[in-house]
């Protein structure tokens, strides 16, 4: 049986962009051939199981030719895989699109092709610029910089695209200074408003605005480089007042975050939305303890407690996920109140069908434990991480009830992969004292006091600090929500 190929357009490089029928195929594709100009954060989109092959194109540096990639989605579709073809912007807009589909025609292999949002559009409009306004241009133009060599052909028609409202010229670094010679040369005025823009759409974006006459000069100062986008025209004088993706509190701003694999995706992206370029690095690994003697006891006895108590988003889950492999169900908690440290900790347990009774208004074990006392609770078991601090058990065994402690799980630090230079970020995030743990696993102790550090509460600062960190910014309540408010405020400029 022959498979399928997906051409889908991953847009622009913001991951938002991406369509919802591109997300619904990546989400059941059985091979995933992307490029380099698709987000690799789309690539959490396919299963686990998912075959991933880079194929990525850049100008005259290509990790696999055209040719083979045509070979490869035909070879892979005729083992009745789904294939998805990922491609930067739109598939048939300077996409090469148009090649693949004809290879697989010419063979009998079903395709579909998904649409993107084309980087000739998305791009100006981050950088500010709209290709047509009633006051400045009716009418747009795409050429590319790079033109396939064919002499029957012939070039572009210098004289016809001097004429356009807005010309938009993809792929145009390499040859700016020729594209902006030849339209001066057909007549274009050497003071029409010109704009350069370098990875649009993305964190990465950078915009250099000047007249056509100058703008080669103006790029070649600024050192950008490719992949860039040329937009010639009136429209590019609008760029002042409507760059709004540049205007973002944390625009430029390095963050990185530090929260345990999985759980960093909300954080990421509020911060994201505030502009900044926010790389996720788990600093430390959690390990389920196999085999767990204490909490199968635990679990052999529910019915002897009256509280189950739970300290952190991955204790939840842990402890759900022995509860239903053992046999057992939330009716096994029946008569138990059960308390939570955080909100996140509360959505952990909305999967197995469990609720959280108790919740501190502050998000540590002391209000846990102050709460839980007023409520004159009778024997408790607490279910949490293997180091966790004493505060609750010591607190509970003194007020004098009975608390039996299963340890859940491990928490390791996880290894730094180099990939980045650490002292580049503007702050690390340490939201629990296991972060800031594994934070300093990377960083010789002589070295900290150099990192900035963005807490999510005073246990989480108190371990930053004496670990050798400085703290520039603590969330007023344990959120991710107020952790990222507490970032803008450290980072971004004073509001004029």
């Known amino acids: 049986m022959v498979g399928v190929v997906y051409l889908v357009g991953a847009g622009p490089g913001d991951p938002g962009l991406l369509t919802l029928r591109g997300a619904e195929l990546l989400q059941r594709a059985d091979v995933v051939v992307y490029d380099y100009l698709a987000s690799p954060r789309l690539l959490e989109w396919a299963p686990p199981e998912a075959e991933r092959v880079y194929v990525g194109k850049s100008a005259s540096n290509h990790a696999l030719p055209q040719e083979r990639i045509n070979e490869l989605l035909a070879r892979e579709a005729q083992k009745g895989r789904a294939v998805v073809r990922l491609k930067g912007g739109d598939p048939y807009v300077f996409g090469r699109g148009g090649e693949e589909a004809l290879y697989l025609f010419e063979r009998g292999i079903p395709f579909e092709e998904v649409p993107g949002v084309s980087s000739t559009v998305a791009a100006a409009a981050y950088a500010g610029i709209p290709l047509t306004h009633r006051d400045y241009s009716s009418q747009a133009v795409l050429i590319t910089g790079h033109e396939k060599a064919d002499k029957d052909r012939g070039g572009h028609d210098w004289s016809a695209l001097a ?14 200074a020729g594209l902006c010679q030849n339209l001066i040369k057909a007549g274009r005025g050497p003071q029409t408003p010109a704009a350069l823009i370098e990875w649009g759409a993305t964190v990465r974006q950078r915009v250099v605005a000047a007249d056509l006459e100058t703008l080669p000069r103006e790029a070649e100062l600024s050192g950008l480089g490719a992949p860039s986008l040329l937009v ?11 760059c709004w993706f540049e205007r973002r509190p944390l625009w430029g701003k390095k963050v990185l975050v530090t929260r345990a694999l999985g759980q960093a995706g909300k954080l990421s992206a509020l911060l994201r939305e505030l502009g900044a370029d926010a790389a996720e690095k788990p600093a430390f690994q959690i390990r389920p303890i196999e085999p767990n003697p204490a909490l199968a006891e635990a679990l052999e006895n ?11 988003p991955n204790g939840a889950r842990i402890f759900g996920e022995a509860l239903f492999g053992s046999g057992r169900d939330a009716r096994a908690l029946a008569g138990l109140k059960i308390g939570v ?6 959505d952990a347990l909305c999967p197995f069908g469990l609720k959280a009774d108790i919740m501190p208004p502050r998000f540590i074990a002391e209000d846990l434990l102050r709460v839980t006392l007023a409520e004159k609770a009778g024997p408790v078991l607490l279910a949490r991480a293997l180091e966790a601090r004493d505060a609750l058990p010591v607190g509970l065994s003194r007020a004098g009830f009975a608390t039996s402690v299963a340890p859940l799980y491990e928490t390791l630090p996880a290894p730094w992969d180099g990939e980045r230079d650490l002292f580049e970020f503007d702050i690390a995030t340490v939201t629990s004292a296991s972060c800031a743990r594994g934070l300093a696993a990377w960083v010789p102790s002589a070295e900290r006091a150099r990192i900035k550090v963005a807490s999510i509460g005073p246990i989480a600062t108190r371990e930053a600090k004496a670990l050798g960190f400085t703290v520039a ?11 990222a408010e507490a970032i803008e405020r450290a980072l971004a400029p004073p509001r004029k």
């Open 341 to 346: 440290i955080g909100a996140a900790t509360g």
């Open 302 to 312: 529910l019915s002897s407690f009256n509280y189950l108590l739970l300290t952190s």
């Open 232 to 242: 010639v025209g009136e429209v590019a004088s609008l760029r002042d007042k409507l």
């Open 473 to 483: 910014a603590e969330s007023a309540l344990a959120t991710v929500a107020s952790l």
């Open 163 to 176: 004429r356009v409202g807005t010309l938009v010229a993809v792929m145009g670094r390499a040859q700016l």
